[in-house]
């Protein structure tokens, strides 16, 4: 059953993550807002309900749609975290391994071209 709280909590749970994935903090948010951090804080909380008009300075900020702002998230925010943690290190360590094969193969480029040269001048010498 839908009720007051259960609203509040999907409208806290994405406000803090759209505002967390732009890179703000509860205090930038609310003065982008002109609102006060406790206030940021207490919709976040799921204490305080947003009004109209925060709803659409909400979505001009972040981009969103209304029904963004109000739909109960398909991933918890913990695991949505965790997984975008767990990619970032795949990412990572895809470029990691991609760099020392790169690296080894200009290595080994390198070596065959001053191997060849040198085989070619010491020819000439002879």
Do not use: W
Request: with cysteine; glycine share 4%; net charge neutral.
């Amino acid at each position: 059953m839908t009720n007051i709280q259960s609203i509040r909590k999907a409208v806290a749970k994405n406000i803090r993550r759209f505002r967390e994935e732009a890179g703000l903090t509860q205090e930038a948010l609310a003065e982008k807002l002109g609102f006060s951090t406790s206030h940021i804080a207490n919709i976040e909380g799921g204490k305080t309900g947003i009004s109209d008009e925060i709803l659409a300075s909400l979505c001009n900020l972040f981009n969103k749609k209304p029904a963004e702002i109000y739909n109960e998230p398909d991933l918890d925010f913990a695991i949505d975290k965790e997984l975008k943690l767990a990619i970032n290190e795949s990412v990572k360590k895809a470029v990691q391994d991609s760099s020392e094969e790169i690296a080894q193969e200009i290595l080994r480029r390198v070596t065959n071209t001053i191997t060849i040269r040198g085989y070619s001048e010491r020819r000439k010498e002879r």
